[in-house]
């Protein structure tokens, strides 16, 4: 089959749903058209020049989107790729229109009803103070767990990469720079072109420095480098939000648009053919890359891009308070997943144009892939162009890279260009990966000192520095120690549990406010059609994990702290359920109670 084919049809189906199944939301099921006439959106009803601002809705769109699409959509279909292109483009096409799309448009509609609080103050108001609990106690675990997830992901492409890790390092303080630059002069014109110019150097210097003392000191191998990443994040989370985090997250944006933009053009003008059957001899399980069945794992492995808890963070954060208009969200909330979902097919596609051996040599331990039976096609020449050894680089960063150069390449004007545009696909991934690093370590630092704060007042102060330093070290300890003795199989399955109960909680929170505002109960649906298929897959996946990794000694995934983590997780989400569906009989059986309670 060829990519071309694939990525239009798949686009093709994006916009149909985006025009009658996200109209059919917008205008029948949360009614945003009768509550513009009602009620202000928090921007304008709260607007304080800070927080809250109403903001042009392509502006927004921008920013929901940069803030959702971090590196979940680009690695989640690379690891998924074990079990063939088939399966990982029906989840993403069915998961992102029937799941991924509503949990992000119903969580923004509650969030701004509720002047734009986040998902556990929402489900305080709307299940009860039990359910409130339990979902923040969640929150809490599970941004713990994306923070190892994510940073999994880039360990294994900087490892033994001197040239990757400098120019993903020099970013720090050209970030630093740009934002003191911005903060004295107000310049952000000058800032950005400086900004941009210095990184892109950054990536063509890299070179240079390999056989230096500087390249010796930079060539760390996956131990140095997971000590080092919390260590980082720690500085990120307790520093200056405008010092390295914004800046940061700025100058990523036009990367992302950039390599997005270009993998794009680059499918078009080269046409590559999809090298991966439809499906794998590994969709009954004992894959090298993910050791379950296609089910549950393909949904709980490509988690963005389908359908994502961690959007339920954002889409209850910062967005709700800057949207201008109620009907905003079709785009912000409906069509920032789908475009998402683009990126993930983008990413699938990258993978799968590769040889499979080529791609299984690259995502398993040389070990593992030798007792695979396979021979590789491209990789020794693949190698050999890079300058860097691709065998045993899991995680998904590196073939994402190799299959991005490969097709590249395959333009003649650029077909002697592959070590940089190998190095620069690294460089975007993991400054994606840092950005989300930076904006989830602060969101748990402030998780970590609003529980700790019930217990030690002066902690819940985000002014007080003790409590900053102290909430900051905890947060990176916790998800750093999961980095430091999990593999990328182990962790990002706990990741995608995590991410996709959280997910869950989103669409139990969306069903509730549904069935209370539309004028239809049988509109729930919507939510609780997806929600079941979610929560069952979820709640198997951990089963599954805890059962056969977690607590298999034999496994590689062996860790008794991540069946911990597991089955608490899995317990605060049945406990929510379980409120939900008691609150769920009562309403539907009162509804003039209710309707009562919401005009007041």
Known sequence: MNAITLVIGAICILMIAYRLYGTFMAVKVLKLKQMQEAKQTPAHALDDGKDYVPTNKWV???????????????????????????????????????????????????????????????????????????????????????????SMVVLHALEHNPWGTFAVGITIPIAMGVGLYHRKTGNLKAATIVGFALIMLAVFFGPQIQGTYLGDLLTLDVTQLSIILPIYAFFAAALPVWLLLAPR?????????????????????????????????????????????????????????????????????????????????????????????????????????????????????????RTLGMETVHLDDLSEEIGLDLEGRTGGAVTLAVGMTYIFTSIPW???????????????????????????????????????????????????????????????????????????????????????????????????????????????????????????????????????VYLNGAAAGYSVLNATLSIIMLVLGFIIIVTAIKNWIETWNNPVAELKKESA
């Open 60 to 150: 927004a769109f921008g920013h929901h989107f940069a803030a959702i699409a971090a590196a979940g959509p680009l690695v989640g279909p690379i690891l998924a790729a074990q079990f063939g292109y088939l399966p990982s483009m029906l989840w993403l096409l069915i998961g992102a229109v029937i799941g991924g799309a509503v949990h992000d448009a119903v969580v923004l509609f509650a969030s701004m009803r509720q002047k734009g609080e986040s998902l556990a103050e929402i489900a305080k108001k709307e299940l009860g103070p039990v359910a409130g609990f339990c979902t923040g106690l969640a929150m809490l675990f599970i941004i713990t767990i994306t923070m190892a997830g994510l």
């Open 414 to 548: 650029f077909d002697k260009l592959a070590s940089f545009f190998f190095q620069f696909v690294i460089m975007f991934e993991a400054l994606f990966i840092l950005t989300a690093i930076d904006s989830g370590t602060r969101v748990a630092r402030y998780l970590i000192q609003d529980f700790g704060g019930a217990f030690y007042k002066p902690l819940k102060r985000m002014d007080w520095l003790p409590g900053n330093i102290f909430a900051s070290a905890l947060a990176c300890f916790l998800w750093g120690y999961l980095l430091f003795s999990g593999d990328i199989g182990s962790v990002w399955a706990l990741f995608g549990v995590s991410n996709q109960l959280m997910a869950s909680i989103g669409l139990i929170v969306g069903a509730t406010v549904i069935l209370r505002v539309a004028d239809k109960r049988r509109y729930m649906l919507t939510c609780l059609i997806p929600l079941a298929y979610l929560y069952v897959t979820v709640n198997y996946a951990g089963y599954w994990m805890v059962k056969n």
């Open 249 to 369: 997250d700025y100058l990523s944006s036009f990367m992302k648009i950039g390599v997005f933009v270009a993998l794009i053009a680059g499918v078009f003008v080269v046409n590559p053919t999809i090298q991966f059957p439809a499906v794998t001899e590994f969709i009954h399980g004992g894959g090298p890359i993910l050791a379950g069945p296609v089910w549950p794992f393909i949904s709980i492995t490509i988690a963005c891009g389908a359908i994502s808890g961690f959007h339920a963070f954002v889409g209850s954060g910062t967005t709700p308070k800057m949207l201008n208009r109620w009907e905003d969200i079709k785009v912000v909330g409906f069509g920032a997943m789908l475009v998402e979902c683009v990126v993930a097919i983008m990413a699938l596609v990258a993978a799968t144009s590769l040889q499979p051996a080529d791609y299984f040599a690259i995502n398993s331990t040389p070990e593992v892939f």
